[in-house]
């Protein structure tokens, strides 16, 4: 099958910011391969900002988060988005959330091909899913999803049909200047970034992923005289904002957090270059491995074969051992497994390792 260079695309990811930062690898790809193509996402509303590191794309359209009450406040632009989405001539449409809502996008989107995993429909459907959609689709793949890492599951979707190399290409994130306005940091005059620094985000809002605030505490005490600068990167919560002010307590001097939420091209800015982070298994995570910053990541019950980092120079901290990728033998996920087994120690110890090289 022949694929005009000019080809036009739809991805549709309405799903968590983290999935939306790594669908990106797929997207430049595409814009590799066909650099005159037009290539559009959908994603879930907040989740735009994580594309700014992203060169390969053109529009993005957004849909609300599937809450019902704030889904009827927006219904409205909703509705706009759906009526500009049916208004494009798409050659290809790609859903790769698996979910209804993806699916439902592609349905009103105009395209001469649709794609989906058929395994997945085949696997968690409904009666009606499984009889509705393969109407719908003009093709698709039967992409097995466990112990595959999830830039490889949305690659897969699309690459035979846009004959694209064999392997995406890595994560990455455009180079950001640091703005300490933009970024809600209050910092001397005449500051720069020091490059012995370190980008802590120890904020999540999945409890069997959140590590105990006292041993944030302990981290913090034991790693603050290694670095110049430290960065605070938290979510919107009150505690979260609570447990970076008794961090920031510990070495004020060099210690530094956001007074707002800190935007995504600005902990770029402050990944690019680091000496290191240490995070939970958040979309944090995934920007560092994007920005090339080598990683702790302190782990929990999701499986690390798919959502672990994806980044040679990152390890992760389960069940109170340091593992190095590909993680192959860590299989399958374990709801049991929290990251309160972490003890501190260890976590102290994989940052030293990793921070001297």
Known sequence: MSVSP???????????????????????????RYP????????????????????????????APPHMDEARKTWGRTWDTMRTLRRQQYDWIFECSDTGRGRYAALVARGRHRVLNQLELSRHGSRFDRGLWPLVFSDSVDLELQGRHAIDS????????????????????RPVNFDAAAANLRVPPGFRLAPSRLVIHCGTRVAAKAWPDERWVELMRALAPQFDQIFLSTGGSTGEGELARRLAAIAPEKIF?????????????????????????????HLAAACRCPSVVIWGPTSAIIWGPRA????????????????????????????????????IRAAKELAAG
Request: charged content about 20%; proline content about 6%; some cysteine.
């Open 257 to 285: 957090f956001s007074s707002g939420l800190l935007p995504w091209n600005q902990l770029a800015a402050l990944l690019q270059g680091a000496r290191l982070f240490i995070g939970v298994d958040t979309a944090a995570m």
């Open 36 to 63: 005159e193509a037009t290539i559009d996402v959908f994603v879930r509303s907040g989740c735009e900002s994580i594309l700014d590191g992203s060169r390969s794309h053109n529009e993005v359209f957004t849909t």
């Open 312 to 347: 040679a120079n990152a390890v992760i901290v389960l069940d109170n051992r340091i593992a190095r990728p590909p993680f192959a033998a860590l299989e399958g996920d374990d709801l049991t497994r929290l990251a309160t087994r972490n003890t501190t120690s260890t976590v």
């Open 154 to 173: 949305n690659y897969l979707l699309a690459r035979d049909f846009l004959q694209l190399p064999p392997d995406p290409p890595i994560l990455d994130y």
């Open 6 to 32: 000019h080809l036009r695309c739809l991805f549709i990811k309405p799903k968590m910011i983290g999935d939306t930062l790594l669908l990106t690898p797929t997207l430049d790809a595409v814009r590799t």
